[in-house]
């Protein structure tokens, strides 16, 4: 497609349930980004993968968050044990590696936890 | 990490009037990009503008890299207009400020 695609757009979860959110970069885009944005807030970066290497995690809030790109296209992002302050936007952004820094955001997929 | 500040953090304008946002940011950066945030969520890109100035219809935006601020100008503000706009910046990862909710009315 054109543009960045997550999937599933909302997605409800009793808390301690596992939940994994889905990001379809634009095709070629050598770098993808998770952020996470909570109600009424900038997002806040989460993780960012190089290819298929994640090269900074240092965003992720705990150990019960995970993020994988085993091809270097298709990313996913899985949280383990929900928690109700798990309940955001997850947004997926990526950008084609060159010189040009832009990025370039998916809808997101906003997750409640009850 | 960079610390964004956006002003003013909340504006209302007349249909016709003109306005501007403000961001500071604390560091260099390479990477400044502005966004709107549609009421569905989505992030719309509108300049990415790590210096210099640049001009897309009723909206232009300039970013002075030396001293560190970047600002937003919407001329003739419509409804269309209303909505959070986020200014973003970085050398890879993207530092987001608090925005700047914008209410156009009639």
């Known amino acids: 497609g054109a543009g960045v695609s997550q999937s599933p757009r909302y997605k409800v979860a009793k808390r301690g349930q596992d939940v994994a959110l889905r990001c379809d970069p634009i095709s070629g885009h050598v770098s993808l980004f998770w952020y996470q944005q909570a109600l009424g807030q900038g997002p806040e970066f989460l993780t960012y993968f190089q290819n298929e290497a994640q090269l900074d995690k240092s965003g992720l809030p705990s150990d019960r968050f995970f993020a994988e790109r085993p091809e270097g296209s298709v990313s996913t992002l899985k949280i383990q044990r929900t928690q109700q302050e798990d309940s955001a936007v997850y947004l997926c952004?990526?950008?084609?590696?060159?010189?040009?820094?832009?990025?370039?955001f998916g809808p997101g997929t906003r997750l409640t936890v009850l | 990490g960079i610390q964004v500040e956006q002003s003013p953090p909340d504006l209302i304008l007349q249909e016709g009037a003109n306005s501007t946002l403000r961001c500071n940011f604390s560091?260099?950066?390479?990477?400044l990009q502005w966004f709107h945030q549609n009421p569905w969520g989505q992030l719309i890109n509108l300049f990415y503008i790590p210096s210099g100035t640049k001009q897309n219809g009723r909206l232009s935006a300039t970013t002075v890299a030396t001293e560190r601020y970047s600002l937003l100008y919407i001329s003739s503000s419509q409804t269309t207009d209303s909505g959070v706009y986020f200014c973003?910046?970085?050398?890879?990862?993207?530092?987001f400020g608090a925005g700047t909710t914008v209410t156009v009315r009639a």
């Open positions: 973003a910046v970085g050398l890879y990862k993207l530092s």
């Open positions: 560091d260099s950066v390479n990477n």
């Open positions: 952004a990526t950008r084609t590696g060159g010189s040009r820094n832009e990025q370039f």
